[in-house]
């Protein structure tokens, strides 16, 4: 016996599925505040007097930041082609 959905469960379904994708854009609008911190943060760091040690941290935490931030416009991207 195959159990079709019913236009009640469709519906449930589609509110769970637009308030998960809004929930979604909320944390990736969140994110993106956080990475932008760890971006600037990384930008001043990388205006002292440090060693190459210290200069090659800076560049890991800023490439690692940029790459967070493309993925993060990329889930914002297939979000608001979703919704």
């Not at 002292?48 to 790459?67: G, H, M, P």
Request: no cysteine; charged share 25%; hydrophobic share 40%.
């Amino acid at each position: 016996m195959s159990s079709k959905p019913t236009q009640s469960t469709m519906n449930d379904s589609k509110a769970i599925q637009g308030e998960t994708i809004a929930q979604m854009r909320t944390l990736a609008h969140d994110l993106s505040n956080s990475i932008e911190t760890v971006m600037q943060a990384s930008y001043l760091l990388a205006q002292a007097s440090l060693d190459d040690t210290n200069k090659r941290w800076v560049e890991l935490i800023d490439k690692a930041a940029r790459d967070a931030a493309r993925i993060n416009r990329e889930l914002r991207d297939i979000l608001r082609a979703h919704s």
